[in-house]
């Protein structure tokens, strides 16, 4: 049994299925052999899969290079009794910690469950009877039974069907209803088409069915799907990447100018507890204690404005990674499109009609050649319309101050298209009522209903289908004044070629008068003798906000790939709407879209080559869609990807960051997923993108504002140590700085908002690090000023008889001023403050008034004196540690000019 569940069961007829998994279709499984195969292959639910707990979240706070160095200085500065340091210490650490576990924590509470396990229940058939039990207790072998509104519990292979449709999107992201029948079906047939077997978690639209259940569980292919996921990696956030590699190399420098800091202590004749205090100094001095606070908090920031902006963060590091974003890779249906059928053409008494409006709104205008026209004047337009209506299984509704459909959203189309037109579904109907109908079927594809037309007048048939079928049972046609006349099939089959190359789907409607009395419909009388009414040509149209949000990415230097499970020629109709073709700053795009079958062939080396120039994919499988992630990020790029359906699932999962839709999407997209959409927008993605710049544009600038402040204490401690003179800088000032005013300054730039180019710049280089070459420089230099001007004032001080602890003051105090000074220049990378706006940012006045409040204490409260070991200072000491923040801020900004002259100079 466990073999022949991994069986291609289309391929089987539905009495080979039965006869292999030992089942009756009359009867189903008897009660003894349900309670054995229960135990066997057990419940008809997925895995669930565990996630960290809240102590596994706290603790991986402290995983950090740069914590485990703090934590052995704090030890150290214990040993040595200093207890005020050592306390200090281990409450940046603690305090670093809880920041991170909240903002991880918020996070996590939106999670959701695993995909699938939802309460429901099924129409089974055992022993002979029909009865209702809980989804999860279904076994292979079992018989469903399946009607209108139904969830498919398990993967069924129909073995009985009358109008079976399905919408299969949540599995396949085909937006089209599948029409399934119980006929054999070829073995090499593609999932999408396997149109005689019903998948778990998509739903039956209308009609009955009868299926045998092939798989149950983990088994099924929403199931495989699930442990594709399972099995399929998470990628590591390229902002991870850079401050893992960013931590070791500052942990590298750190230890071994805190090895030369001892050596030279030792060889300077301190002693061993001295030359421990001073190696503990520099390794505190250089570390950014400040900066995992930053980091949390402006992350944490960047969740809030992308929740504004209905795109929900479920992992806190994915904020940035929307922002190194280089490749965007979509779904179709729903995202791009607004996954609402809409007739936008129609062909009818010779003449081409134009419909506006879109989505289920009925509310739209008629043209022909540009000039507005009423349906009223056109009796073959309108009759064309009332056939699209009549033969209609849908209803279309008001919900919520929100238009939907019941039903299949083809039909969907044609009855919006109709009430358009003034055609009211309720009277029409009242005035036509229904006699008989003869369902689609994919042998037969076309649909047939007799109507009721009024005491005094012969029934009226009503047809609609594929329009080649349709046509050859065409005799005549209908003119714009209801008269009969000779039927121009040559220019019917060039309309219909212009409208399927526009990317619409084209539905063929007809009519013709019954037999007096007639109540049944046969198949006999829609073989000949109809009267050709039109051609309604329709299509999922894109969403014109997506239309604006492409040509942001493609400003952005973002590349835009659509993969989807839909029709190659609709797929690339949309995308030609969308501008999905245009050239990506340099990068060639071919506009011939590749299908799963083509994919198939191919090796992994010829995917990554043809992904990197293809920008239209179509009726691909998972494991395909897995596989284009994987081969574009082989290219070096990062790969976000946005989908709905269970197919997208582990290519969500394996991309740098994956979107799923909150609406339309499924449990398990939304579970693998890290960034879910509560509008089901491609505009969404954009914004999430723009979002993610300004988060790492703000990390960027805490960072080039606060390590000029860890060199300068670093230089400053190590000068001393080798030029054998008193520490300007203690080790918990030098705490002071990194946390006090360094979190109430640097914390401000987290607020910065976006600058207004940011959408019009190239995509980052993943691999460039955190700080380029200018940045670098920029750091240095500062650093090396406030080297300069912190010892050189805290010499003068102890020369002109200060106290120890008052220069060690001033030198403090050197560092605030010029950090507040540094501040503004720092709220732009290349722009001028006054170009931003002074007093755009509040909270960086906010920051800059209480951390001088706070210095103020520092240097007059007694009892913060005994704590930091600081005294009271002159007016004239504060005037010269002016002075070095004056001089700070004019070179930075003659560094800014001659930075945005290079940038202008690379942009000519």
């Known amino acids: 049994m466990e073999i022949l569940l991994g069986k291609h069961w289309h391929a089987l007829s539905s009495e080979q299925a039965a006869k292999l998994l030992e089942t009756d279709l009359k009867k189903g499984l008897d009660l003894f052999e349900v309670e054995y195969r229960s135990k066997r292959f057990g419940s008809n639910l997925l895995s669930l899969k565990r996630g960290r707990g809240p102590l596994a979240r706290f603790f991986s706070q402290f995983h950090q290079p740069l914590v485990y160095v703090l934590i052995a200085a704090g030890t150290i500065t214990a040993v040595l009794h200093e207890w005020v340091d050592s306390g200090v210490i281990f409450g940046v650490v603690i ?135 399972s099995g399929t990696t998470s990628l ?132 022909r050649h540009g000039v507005p026209i009423s349906p009223d004047n056109h009796r073959g337009l309108k009759e064309c319309l009332r056939a699209g209506l009549l033969c209609n299984d849908s209803n279309l509704r008001l ?78 046609s209908l003119d714009s004044n209801f008269q009969h006349f000779s039927l121009d099939r040559a220019r019917i089959s060039q309309a219909i070629e212009e409208m399927t190359a526009k990317g619409l789907r084209v539905l063929a409607l007809a009519r013709k008068e019954g037999m007096p009395e007639q109540r049944s419909l046969a198949l006999n009388d829609l073989r000949s003798d109809l009267t050709f009414l039109g051609l ?86 998972p494991e395909q869609k897995l596989r284009l992630v994987k081969a574009i990020q082989s290219r070096g790029h ?59 544009d703000n990390l960027t600038k805490f960072i080039i504002w606060t390590l000029p402040t860890n060199i300068g204490q670093g230089l400053v401690i190590m000068v001393a140590v080798l030029a054998g003179v008193t520490l300007p800088i203690l080790p918990i000032q030098i705490l002071w700085l990194n946390m006090v005013t360094a979190v109430l300054l640097g914390l401000t730039l987290a607020f910065e908002a976006k600058e207004p180019d ?38 003068w001080e102890l020369i002109k008889g200060s106290s120890p602890d008052a220069a060690r003051t001033v030198a403090v105090n050197v560092f605030v001023l010029v950090q507040i000074g540094y501040l503004l220049k720092c709220r732009s990378l290349t722009k001028s403050v006054l170009k931003i706006g002074i007093f755009s940012n509040p909270w960086i006045w906010a920051g800059i008034f209480t951390a001088l409040g706070l210095q103020l204490l520092f240097t007059y409260a007694p009892s913060l004196n005994w704590v930091f070991h600081s005294g009271p200072v002159s007016l004239g000491s504060w005037l010269r540690a002016l002075g070095i923040a004056v001089i700070t801020w004019i070179v930075v900004s003659l560094e800014k000019l001659l930075w945005r002259e290079k940038i202008s100079q690379m942009d000519e």
Not at 300 to 305: D, F
Request: hydrophobic share 45%; charged share 20%.
């Open 236 to 367: 590591e956030t390229p902002l991870a990447r850079k401050f893992s590699t960013f931590s070791r190399v500052l942990l590298y420098v750190i230890v071994g100018l805190s090895a030369v800091t001892f050596g030279a202590g030792l060889l300077r004749g301190y002693s061993l507890e001295d030359t421990f205090l001073a190696a503990v100094s520099l390794a505190v001095a250089a570390i950014p204690e400040g900066l995992p606070a930053v980091l949390a908090m402006a992350l944490g920031i960047g969740v809030s404005r992308m929740a504004q902006r209905r795109a929900i963060v479920r992992r806190l590091p994915v904020v940035e990674t929307l922002g190194s974003t280089t490749v965007l890779c979509s779904d179709k249906t729903g995202t791009l499109t607004k996954n609402q059928m809409t007739v936008r053409e129609i062909f009818a008494s010779a003449d081409l009609f134009e419909v506006s409006g879109t989505g289920y709104l009925p509310s739209g205008h008629f043209t």
């Open 536 to 621: 309604q040509g329709m299509i999922d149209p894109p969403r014109n906000e997506a239309i604006a949000a492409l040509a942001s990415c493609h400003s952005a230097g973002i590349q835009v790939k659509m993969i989807t499970g839909d029709h190659p020629g609709t797929a690339a109709a949309i995308a030609a709407q969308l501008g999905l073709f245009r050239p990506v700053k340099g990068h060639h795009v071919d506009t011939a879209p590749v299908t799963g079958k083509t994919l198939a062939t191919l090796s992994d080396r010829e995917i990554t080559e043809l992904a990197e120039r293809t920008v239209v994919f179509s009726r691909v499988s």
């Open 399 to 476: 919900e919520d101050e929100h238009w939907t459909i019941d039903g299949d959203p083809t039909e969907g189309a044609l009855l919006v298209a109709a009430a358009k037109a003034g055609l009211s579904p309720e009277k029409e109907r009242k005035n036509f009522p229904r006699l008989d109908s003869i369902p689609f079927e994919p042998h037969r594809p076309f649909m047939a209903t007799l109507h009721s037309s009024g005491p005094q007048s012969l029934p009226v048939i009503s047809v609609k289908g594929a329009a080649e079928v349709i046509l050859d049972a065409c005799v005549d």
């Open 638 to 696: 990062i790969v976000a990807l946005t989908g709905s359906s269970v197919n997208d699932a582990a290519a969500l999962k394996k991309a740098d960051i994956g979107v799923a839709l909150g609406i339309a999407g499924t449990e398990a997209a939304k579970d693998a997923a890290d960034v879910v959409l509560t509008d089901d927008n491609f505009a969404t993605v954009e914004a999430a993108v723009e979002e993610g710049r300004g988060v790492f």
């Open 95 to 229: 305090l670093n910690a809880v920041i991170g576990f909240f903002q991880a924590s918020k996070i996590a509470k939106t999670n959701g469950s695993a995909p699938g396990n939802h309460v429901m229940e099924s129409t089974v058939l055992r022993s002979g009877e029909q009865s209702r039990i809980r989804a999860e207790e279904l076994v292979p072998g079992d018989i469903v039974i399946l009607q209108a509104g139904d969830k498919i519990p398990a993967d069924l292979r129909i073995c009985q069907s009358r109008d079976l449709r399905v919408d299969q999107s949540s599995l396949s992201g085909n937006s089209t209803p599948v029409v399934k029948t119980e006929e054999q079906l070829p073995d090499e047939t593609v999932l999408a088409d396997r149109c005689n077997m019903a998948f778990a978690s998509t739903s039956v639209l209308s009609g009955q069915a009868t299926g045998i259940v092939v798989a149950t569980g983990n088994k099924t292919e929403v199931g495989r799907i699930s442990e594709l996921i």
């Open 758 to 795: 940011i959408m019009r710049r190239r995509p980052r280089d993943p691999h460039s690090p955190i700080l380029t070459f200018e940045l670098t420089v920029r750091i240095v230099v500062v650093g090396t000023l406030l080297l300069l001007g912190a010892f050189g004032l805290f010499e």
